[in-house]
C-alpha cells in the first residue's frame, strides 16, 4: 500500500512508519522540518494545499497525525497553537482530498478520546458515548481539550469525500518505548516520587 502520513515525525506517527515500512509499504510523511528518514518525507506548511498534495493521488491510506503537542503549559500563545495547528492541518488535507482526480482510499483523521464527558457509570463509545464539556465540576482546561477536539472533528466533516472512507481515531495516550513519549513522561514523575494510583483507589 501506499500510506501518507501528515504530521508523521511525532511518537505516534515515528512507531506507524516504522512498522508500514517494515512491511513493505510505501510510506510517506509529510512534515514541516523534513529530515533523513528511511521513507520519503515531503515538506508541507499543515496550513494550506500545495505541491505535496500531488502524493495523495492513488494513495491507499491518508493518516492525520498533525497538531501541536498537548505535553506543554496551557498558556495563552501554547492553547491557540494547539488548536490553530489541528484544525488548519485538517482542514489542509480535507481540502487536498476533495480535489484529488484518485484521492485515496480511506482518511484516518486523528481525534482525541478527550471529547467523552468524565463518567463512571458506562464506557464512552462511537456508538453511546457522551461528549463532554457541560459537566459543572469541569475544570477549565477539560473544557478547553474537549472544545478542542470538537473544532477538530467538524473541520474533518467540512468536505465532502465521496470517494474516501474517513474515520475519526478517538484516542487517548498512546504508550510506547520509544524514547520522548507519554511513558518516558510518566516515568519521570514517577522517579521524582509524583506516582500514584489511575483512576481510583489503588486497592
Known amino acids: 500500500m501506499k500510506?501518507?502520513?501528515?504530521?508523521g515525525t511525532g511518537q505516534v506517527g515515528t512507531i506507524l512508519a516504522r512498522a508500514l515500512h517494515a512491511a513493505g509499504h510505501d510510506v510517506v510523511i509529510l512534515s514541516r522540518r523534513p529530515t533523513?528518514?528511511?521513507?520519503?518525507?515531503?515538506?508541507?506548511?499543515?496550513?494550506?494545499?500545495?505541491?505535496?498534495?500531488?502524493?495523495?493521488?492513488?494513495a491507499d491510506a491518508v493518516i492525520n497525525l498533525a497538531g501541536r503537542s498537548v505535553n506543554c503549559r496551557y498558556t495563552v500563545t501554547n492553547r491557540r497553537a494547539i488548536l490553530e495547528s489541528r484544525v488548519q492541518s485538517t482542514r489542509a488535507v480535507g481540502n487536498a482530498i476533495a480535489?484529488?482526480?484518485q484521492p485515496p482510499r480511506v482518511w484516518l483523521q486523528m481525534s482525541t478520546a478527550t471529547i467523552y464527558s468524565h463518567r463512571y457509570d458506562a464506557p464512552n463509545d462511537?456508538?453511546?458515548?457522551?461528549?463532554?464539556?457541560?459537566e459543572q465540576s469541569a475544570p477549565d482546561t477539560w473544557r478547553f481539550s474537549i472544545d478542542v477536539a470538537k473544532a477538530w472533528e467538524a473541520v474533518a466533516g467540512e468536505r465532502e469525500t465521496?470517494?474516501?472512507?474517513?474515520?475519526l481515531l478517538r484516542a487517548a495516550m498512546v504508550m510506547s518505548p520509544d524514547r520522548g513519549g507519554?511513558?518516558?513522561?510518566?516515568?519521570?514523575?514517577?522517579?521524582?516520587?509524583l506516582g500514584g494510583p489511575l483512576a481510583g483507589d489503588s486497592k
Open 126 to 134: 462511537e456508538a453511546n458515548g457522551i461528549i463532554g464539556g457541560a
Open 162 to 167: 465521496p470517494l474516501t472512507r474517513k474515520v
Open 3 to 7: 500510506v501518507v502520513l501528515p504530521g
Open 182 to 193: 507519554v511513558f518516558d513522561t510518566l516515568l519521570r514523575l514517577v522517579r521524582v516520587g
Open 36 to 58: 533523513a528518514a528511511p521513507w520519503r518525507v515531503v515538506p508541507w506548511d499543515a496550513r494550506s494545499v500545495g505541491a505535496w498534495a500531488a502524493e495523495f493521488e492513488g
Open 99 to 101: 480535489q484529488a482526480q
